[in-house]
């Protein structure tokens, strides 16, 4: 059996070259990286997210993570606010900038993939989509490793 006949080869092989095309479609239109979109999408669904949950929901080191905070930061995409409910604690916060910045990414990439999908019909989308969807419940699991906490309906 080759690659191409192996389900978990597939899957991780596309995730890599979306991630890949992805980062430079980001980089060239918007000027940020797809780690920085995953971080700002996170930080979008939950802003009181600690960068270690971050790290391991998006699989990444924390020190990755406070890299890509901190560019973020530089280009006022981001702020850091102290938590008022425990002042030990920091809070990243998007910027209008970056909840735009955010947006604009997510249509960048929706057209990027539709051009690609376009090679298949409404109803094979949806399945997919859905299949998928399935797919991420039973693999994204509470305490499972790298489960995230988000549902997609």
């Known amino acids: 059996m080759g690659p191409v006949n192996n389900l978990n080869y ?3 092989h596309l995730a890599a070259v979306l991630g890949k095309q992805s980062d430079q479609i ?4 918007l000027g940020i990286g797809y780690s920085q979109y ?4 996170a930080l979008e669904w939950n802003p009181r997210v600690q960068q270690n949950i971050i790290a391991n929901h998006l699989g990444q080191t924390e020190a990755s993570i406070s890299r890509q905070v901190k560019l973020l930061k530089q280009k006022g995409l981001l ?3 102290t938590d008022p409910r425990n002042k030990r ?3 990243n916060l998007p910027t209008p900038m970056g909840m735009q910045i ?3 990414a ?3 990439l929706k057209r990027s993939l539709s051009q690609d999908l376009d090679q298949f019909s409404e109803d094979n989308i949806l399945k997919l ?3 998928l969807g399935a797919l991420h419940k039973i693999i994204c699991q509470p305490n499972k490793l790298g489960a995230c906490d988000h549902q997609f309906n």
């Open 10 to 12: 597939l899957l991780n």
């Open 26 to 29: 980001l980089k060239e239109q």
């Open 38 to 41: 995953r971080i700002l999408m």
């Open 79 to 81: 702020i850091t606010k």
């Open 89 to 91: 604690k920091h809070i």
């Open 102 to 104: 955010t947006e604009a």
């Open 106 to 108: 997510t249509d960048v």
């Open 129 to 131: 989509n859905q299949n």
